[in-house]
């Protein structure tokens, strides 16, 4: 069997951390340096010959890192890895799955090509997986693992939010809260929700009947808020309060928070899929279950 090594692209170190731990696997050294004209160089320091190599690097914000891990995973093939695995718990540009407007370009197969060119194997967190149904629709990586957060998220509602009533903002979340209320036996509803632009959504709310419970608004995504933020007005307007806000992956900066606490959020809590404040569930188990098999 190959031997395994582990490397933390710049800012994973916790989550690549806890995987060498619970996997009992080394840790990979790798410097990156950068030029003063902005340009970087990878130097691996460990011995990867003949070894399978996992890459730990999630991918929010990922024109700024892209060039890291290409440069990493170029490196460590060309010193005789023999297979490379990319854990990115979030994975970019799913949302672009479409040509919106003509002559949009369609970001998530066109990254896709990129990546599948990249590594043989890609592990990752509840995708947005909206009109393109499944990964291998759109990558050619030969193996691929689409875990999910649904499991920890019910439980982490179970131990904390008492006679939960679990509300999903946009009919894509029907995968998510579906799974996360049933897990649980929670009921739940799904607004309907028409986004206008990046910052301006429509949003249309069910019948309600959540007399005695504590409402708990799920989505895979908080970025602008927009979505939230707008669930949450119209839930106060009808007199709902104390609202917990739970994600996957939390791409939204202090400033959000601080407006989504306004609105009528009580808590704002995310899983460690992207290294955020608000990282309150930790995935890391569920990595490490699936590099086990
Ligand atoms: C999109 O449909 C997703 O499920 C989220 O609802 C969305 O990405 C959230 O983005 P924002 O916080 O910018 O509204």
Redesign the pocket.
Known sequence: MKKSILFSLPGNEALAKSLAEQLKMESGVAEFHEFPDGEICVRVESEVKNKSAILVCTLDHPDAKLLRLFFLAQTLRELGVLHLCLISPYLPYM?QDAHFKPGDALSASIFAKLLSAWVDQLITIDP?L?RIRKLSDIYSIPEIATLHAGKKMSEWIAEKIPSPFIIG??E??QQWVGDVAGNIDAPYAIIS?I?QG??A?EIRLPELRVENKTLVLI????????????ALGQLRALGHGKITCL?VHA??DRK?YDSLLAAGAERIVSCNTIPHFTNELDLSGVIAAELKV
């Not at 989505?219 to 707008?230: N, Q």
């Open positions: 949302r947005h909206h903002p946009d894509e979340s929700k986004r990046d910052r959504v989505d895979d995504i908080i970025s602008t808020g927009t979505t939230l933020l707008a994600c791409l939204f959000i």
